[in-house]
């Protein structure tokens, strides 16, 4: 039987990519893939997603804020191969994404009202 969420929801990603490990739901915020989509096409190498929607119960397991911007769809955490993330974080800034976070292994990108960005 085919996975529910593997639908093509663009030339570069599934909508399976963005589920909630824990209950397999999906809620994307349409400008979260707008910016992602124009990530992907800027940089021209795959972005991999290690985090999307996340239900409350995952938030918690995963020792997330709790008003995080996961729980409504408006997140990812992302990162490129053989890309460092200080380079893939000036990337996010150019292409419009308000909320990043800059880690070790991966960026946390969202479309929050005001711009935030900050370093771990």
């Known amino acids: 039987m085919k996975h529910i969420n593997s639908i093509k929801i663009d ?12 209950c ?4 994307l915020h349409s400008k979260l893939l707008k910016l992602l989509v124009k990530l992907r ?3 021209a190498q795959p972005i ?3 985090s999307g929607y996340r239900c ?12 995080s911007y996961h729980l409504l769809g408006m ?5 490129v191969r053989n890309m460092k993330t ?7 800034v150019s292409v419009g994404f308000t909320g990043i976070g800059l880690y070790k292994t991966f960026i946390h990108v969202d479309v929050r009202p ?3 960005y900050w370093e771990e």
């Open 11 to 22: 030339r570069n990603f599934y909508l399976s990519e963005f589920e909630c490990p824990c």
């Open 24 to 27: 397999h739901l999906v809620q």
């Open 41 to 43: 096409n800027k940089i």
């Open 48 to 50: 991999y997603i290690n």
């Open 56 to 67: 409350i119960k995952e938030n918690d397991k995963v020792y997330g804020v709790p008003r």
């Open 75 to 79: 997140a990812a955490d992302i990162y």
């Open 86 to 92: 200080s380079d893939l974080f000036n990337y996010c």
């Open 114 to 116: 005001s711009k935030s």
